[in-house]
């Protein structure tokens, strides 16, 4: 799944272990979110998009677009 | 959602984390050179063990060399401790550690006494089953240590990868006593004690550790 982890954190001034700290993850947790490695958990995920102020759909893209295009 | 991502974005943490080629050749043959000497050691001292100092000897190395791989294995995590990449140990880890080596620590004496006793008083009956049994104790504790610390890993993508790691072992282990077992009764290879189903698993999880087993490939 893609995400924009990298780009928001960089908008912030924020280190991956800033945001590791930041959702009580470890850094290496943050790095593999960024590189595409892992998919969150649908908890982990919401904690994400609560700390940039976003929707979870507008971090991260399934690529299918299914959903969220259907609900607009 | 913005598309191009500034490559100057790759955290620098992430890049110095990478220890080089170099360096991971010379740990990989201090590693051997370690388990040589041990192997040299114990085939110098295994005749010798019938004796009580012979015994103590056999552990004096298993715990010199045992410690030397463990301080050597310690050196890439100190390392990217002093970068400041690493911080400290998380308390999984450390719990996991508390657990574990003890528990080795535990085995490597029992075994020798288990073996120098067995030699010495040729125990049968119940007293064999447990001079027999006593050395798979403290195994049984490091397994429970090894398969405890998923379970308290409160990182999720570390736990998932852990279990990752943990059923490739499975997976390398099921298959090589598979094969090995149908050749041991075929009398083409060795006979094998069926407790070294554990070191193979312990092996195959190093192994793991050295492929990708994400999540997504």
């Not at chain 2, 049968?124 to 027999?132: D, E, K, R």
Request: hydrophobic share 50%; glycine share 8%; proline share 6%.
């Amino acid at each position: 799944m893609k995400n924009d982890l990298r780009v928001l954190r960089a908008q912030q001034g924020w280190s991956q272990g800033d945001l590791a700290d930041a959702l009580g993850v470890s850094r290496q947790s943050v790095n593999a979110l960024e590189t595409g490695k892992y998919d969150p958990s649908l908890p982990l995920a919401f904690r994400i998009a609560r700390l940039f102020g976003k929707r979870v759909d507008e971090i991260f893209d399934d690529e299918l677009g299914g959903f969220s295009k259907a609900a607009e | 959602m913005p598309s191009a991502i500034p490559s100057t974005l790759n955290e620098a943490p992430e890049l110095s984390a990478k220890l080089g080629v170099g360096f991971w050749a010379l740990w990989l043959l201090g590693m051997l050179a370690i388990s040589a000497a041990f192997v040299a050691a114990m085939w110098w001292i295994a005749p010798q063990m019938e004796e009580l100092p012979g015994i103590a000897m056999g552990g004096a190395a298993v715990l010199v060399f045992t410690g030397g791989l463990i301080g050597l294995s310690m050196i890439p995590y100190r390392i990217r401790q002093k970068r400041g990449i690493e911080g400290q140990m998380r308390a999984p880890y450390r719990r996991y550690m508390l657990r574990f080596l003890p528990a080795m620590l535990g085995y490597v004496v029992l075994l020798l006494l288990a073996v120098w006793y067995a030699k010495q008083a040729q125990p049968t009956g119940a007293l064999a089953v447990v001079i027999a049994i006593a050395p798979a104790l403290p195994l049984l504790l490091a397994i429970r240590a090894i398969f405890l610390l998923p379970r308290e890993e409160d990182d999720e993508y570390q736990r998932d990868r852990l279990y990752r790691v943990y059923a490739f072992a499975t997976g390398g282990t099921l298959a090589i006593c598979t094969v090995w077992g149908f050749l041991d009764m075929f009398s083409v290879v060795p006979h094998a004690e069926m407790w070294v189903a554990f070191p193979i698993w312990a092996m195959c999880m190093g192994l793991a550790r050295c492929f990708p087993l994400n999540a997504n490939r």
